[in-house]
């Protein structure tokens, strides 16, 4: 199974209502979080800690939340909303 740790993220800024600018203050730029949260590239080891501790998560939650059912939920929610857009 693939990790998309990047969705993760932009999952919890969102829920935080980040700005991506504030989120990447002192840990990237604000054009890298926007490819890590596209799956475009992914953050290093120390930026993942980093976006961690901001987020207020452990370092692990950005490797197990993909098996949560509510995880689960939300991405079959966004593929239909996906599917059926104009």
């Known amino acids: 199974m693939k990790i998309e740790v990047g969705s993760v993220i932009n999952e919890l800024r969102i829920k935080q209502n980040l700005t991506r600018e504030e989120l990447a203050k002192d840990i990237c730029e604000p054009n890298a979080l926007s490819d890590y949260e596209r799956s475009i590239t992914s953050p290093t080891i120390d930026e993942l800690a ?14 197990t939340t993909k098996n949560e059912p509510i995880y689960n939920y939300i991405e079959t929610i966004k593929l239909l909303i996906n599917k059926y857009k104009l």
């Open 50 to 63: 980093l976006f961690a501790d901001k987020l207020k998560v452990d370092l692990p939650y950005f490797f």
